[in-house]
């Protein structure tokens, strides 16, 4: 056997050609998570429990990198690595400031600055979650007001897919974004979590829906000449014998009103 | 062609771009350092410690300085050079550890750490062939793990080691030579 492998080693490229062989070695599994923990780039996680019942929260040093619901922690683990490539632990001990915000945040208690962690997203998707973060709590705007703020007009079909792919649903109210003609539409969480989101929030679903059906639009104030979305909070002021309603962005400006200024259902051009 | 888009995402995005970096390059720092070292757990460690080290080098450098890097032979020197400095952390040497001066250097120290079981080795032959390999002095030993077991270029190498081509060249056919006749003649000693 012996002389087997040295008439193996005999010639000079044979002896290369298993020293390359033997130059490959695979690195564990948990090399990238060992490293990107000594950088502090790795992640952890914690429960918080939502008005669509408890959701896994992943952040890491940058931020808050992800919010899923899944069944239990295995199922998180698992579906946070096939879509971010490396693992995650759970936190030794509870982050329990970020517990706290991410709370009251949920329940609108208060409004907390928080950092995300978007590395994962293209700059449009990153650009569409970040306007998306003004919507305030209560309101709801359409995919298309989404688009145009951010000088793509046209884009509005991607915003649907760059929502649908927010890593941080819920904290990232991407539930706030509606269809333009005023139908709920589609949820990275499901359609009814997105219609319990709202509620939770102090929207109505049924009464947008309603409106949608009716083709009303914009709510518009015969006193101040200003037309809003519905759910705009001026919009909640509109007393009902002041309340015009509009079909279109056309029907309100011939009527000689101007676009609200807070929830700029125009261009203010 | 990989690299270059590698560089521009490290420019762009330091993080996102140095998770990338890790995936594209761990497997390759990690089998030089369990070479360099002749164990698998101080491999691993000297492996990550220079992936540690290049984040934070990467992140005080400007972005036009990372974009015109060469990734690879610069990780390598990274890693080579953690593991010259824990080696002079280890032990406050008499043998001189710098390349190229190095007597009978690094080489002959592995032996004593290099116990049979520390090898991730399966078979016999990839035993030997690393005991003779821990034989080698470092002057040639880096060579020849960088030419033909990592497949770097001359030109890489020349820019990582700091020697000429011809230099390498030569010390690696002499470092191959020498890892022959030391696996020829730890078979006849195992034979006996």
Known sequence: MKQDKQYFFGKSRDFVAELRRWGKTKAPTNFLSAVLRRVGLEDIYFRVDTPIGQVFVASNSKGISAVMRSRNAAAFERSFRERFGRSIHPADEPPKKLIRDVAEQLGGLKRRKMNFDLNSLSDFESAVLHKTLEIPRGEVRPYAWIAREIGRPKAVRAVGTALSRNPVPLLIPCHRVVRSDGKVGNYALGREAKRAVLEAEGVDPDRLESLAEAGTRFYGSDTTQIFCYPTCHQAQRISNEHQVLFKSEQEALQSGYRPCKICRPASAS | ?192
């Open chain 2, 1 to 192: 062609m990989e690299e270059k888009t590698l560089a521009e995402e490290l420019t762009k995005n330091l993080d996102r771009g140095f998770e990338k970096m890790v995936r594209t390059y761990q497997d390759r720092m990690y089998s030089f350092a369990i070479r360099l070292t002749g164990h698998v757990q101080d491999g691993e460690d000297v492996a990550q410690e220079g992936f540690v080290r290049a984040y934070r080098a990467l992140k005080s450098y400007p972005g036009e300085r990372i974009s015109s890097m060469d990734l690879k032979p610069w990780l390598y020197r990274i890693v080579l050079n953690v593991f010259r400095n824990r080696r002079r952390g280890y032990r406050p040497t008499i043998l001189p550890l710098n390349e190229g001066k190095a007597g009978p250097g690094l080489g002959a120290r592995e032996d004593a750490s290099l116990s049979p079981q520390s090898l991730l080795e399966v078979s016999e032959g990839q035993k030997q062939l690393a005991k003779a390999l821990a034989s080698l002095p470092g002057k040639y030993r880096v060579p020849v793990i960088l030419r033909h077991m990592e497949g770097l270029s001359y030109g890489e190498m020349s820019e990582m080691i700091g020697q000429p081509a011809g230099t390498l060249k030569s010390n690696v056919h002499r470092g191959l030579r020498m890892l022959r006749e030391a696996w020829v003649r730890q078979t006849k000693e195992d034979e006996r």
